[in-house]
């Protein structure tokens, strides 16, 4: 299961996490986890991901998403216009519903993109 964290309300982040280009974007982090014995495959599938996937997420408003790993555990930190709305981009398209199938058979949760990310609060930061 992914999770979110929402970075606070302040005036110092009134919109989000930051500004590309002058545009405000969110900073989404993610926690995923791998099944036993999927860390090498999952690394192996990542290291080129399909050019119309790579499209369809920056067509979506993805700026950056980077990935680190530690043991079967997954940490995601997404920039990105508007998460809800990347989601709701993503869930039927083309490029994506196969990419989400193979990951199923990598992560312990499946992710159909379905789901309403509550998230969690970000809790400090040094500004």
Known sequence: MSELVREPSH????SGAGRTGGRPFQRVALHTRLKPGKESEYEEVHATIPAELDAALRAAGVHTWRIWRDGRDLF???EVDDYRKMRDTLRDHPANVPWQARMAELLEVEDDYSGTDSGITLVWELP
């Open 11 to 14: 005036p110092a982040s009134t």
């Open 76 to 78: 995601h930190v997404v």
